[in-house]
């Protein structure tokens, strides 16, 4: 059966391929595996339908015949499980792969949130001149070891895999920030991943999703 993945209706990034659901489409993208699109509005995220497939109300769910899941690192460990060609077949290469995922979003993503909520949701209050600072400085930690670890490699640990493709999406959070200027080696990494054929297909797709929502408003 071909998945269902759920999506934005219309996205707060505003096609910017920022939305979760994006990891998921890119690595279906990346295996050539077909896939339908629920989209929901936000009242509709939290009505006892969606939430049946995400307690927590958000997005992307998948559905994959009878198993439905939900956060996208989930969804995406699953999807590379069962298809060859985002996990290497080394039992050792694809540990470190899955390991990857798991940093992308346990140790690099929670200060880039962090520092991007801020600058859109605080500038306004008397304490942002303050803070900004001490986020910025959680951030660039994480940047400087991960530049470390990548040197002049071209992906994370060997081939391109899921790991790549879950620290790319949480580091373009950063493309309006301004810090990735300081990053040529990290800035690089990112060009190449979005230079991938199955990238681009997943972007387009999404940013329709959103031009289509402008359209008709």
Same mark, same amino acid.
């Given at each position: 059966? =071909?998945?269902?993945?759920?999506?934005f209706?219309?996205?707060?990034d505003?096609?910017r391929g920022?939305?979760?659901?994006?990891?998921?489409?890119?690595?279906?993208e990346?295996?050539?595996l077909a +896939?339908?699109?629920?989209?929901v509005?936000?009242?509709?995220?939290?009505?006892?339908? !969606?939430?049946?497939?995400?307690?927590?109300?958000?997005?992307? =769910?998948?559905?994959d015949?009878?198993?439905t899941?939900? /956060?996208?690192g989930g969804?995406?460990?699953?999807?590379?499980? !069962?298809? %060859?060609?985002l996990?290497?077949?080394?039992?050792d290469?694809?540990a470190?792969?899955?390991?990857?995922?798991?940093?992308?979003?346990? =140790?690099?993503?929670?200060?880039?949130?962090?520092l991007t909520?801020a600058?859109?949701?605080e500038?306004?209050?008397?304490?942002? %001149? /303050?803070?900004?600072?001490?986020?910025?400085?959680?951030?660039?930690?994480?940047?400087d070891?991960?530049?470390?670890h990548?040197?002049?490699?071209?992906?994370?640990?060997?081939a391109?895999s %899921?790991?790549?493709?879950?620290?790319?999406?949480?580091?373009?959070r950063?493309?309006?920030?301004?810090?990735?200027a300081? +990053?040529?080696?990290?800035?690089? +990494?990112?060009?190449?991943?979005?230079?991938?054929?199955a +990238?681009?297909?997943?972007?387009?797709?999404?940013?329709?999703?959103?031009?289509?929502?402008q359209a008709?408003?």
């Amino acid at each position: 059966m =071909t998945p269902i993945i759920t999506a934005f209706e219309n996205s707060p990034d505003r096609g910017r391929g920022l939305a979760r659901d994006m990891r998921v489409r890119w690595a279906l993208e990346e295996l050539g595996l077909a +896939y339908d699109v629920r989209l929901v509005s936000f009242a509709q995220m939290k009505a006892p339908e !969606h939430l049946a497939r995400n307690p927590f109300g958000q997005i992307p =769910t998948c559905e994959d015949g009878a198993l439905t899941l939900f /956060e996208s690192g989930g969804i995406i460990l699953h999807i590379a499980q !069962h298809h %060859a060609g985002l996990l290497p077949e080394d039992a050792d290469a694809r540990a470190r792969a899955v390991t990857w995922m798991f940093a992308a979003v346990a =140790t690099v993503e929670p200060p880039i949130v962090d520092l991007t909520m801020a600058m859109l949701f605080e500038r306004d209050k008397s304490w942002f %001149a /303050e803070r900004l600072p001490v986020l910025q400085a959680a951030v660039r930690t994480r940047l400087d070891q991960l530049a470390a670890h990548l040197g002049d490699a071209t992906w994370l640990d060997g081939a391109f895999s %899921a790991g790549d493709l879950m620290m790319v999406h949480v580091l373009q959070r950063l493309g309006s920030s301004g810090v990735l200027a300081d +990053y040529p080696t990290i800035a690089a +990494y990112l060009a190449r991943a979005e230079a991938r054929p199955a +990238y681009a297909r997943a972007f387009a797709a999404q940013k329709a999703v959103f031009e289509a929502s402008q359209a008709g408003a």
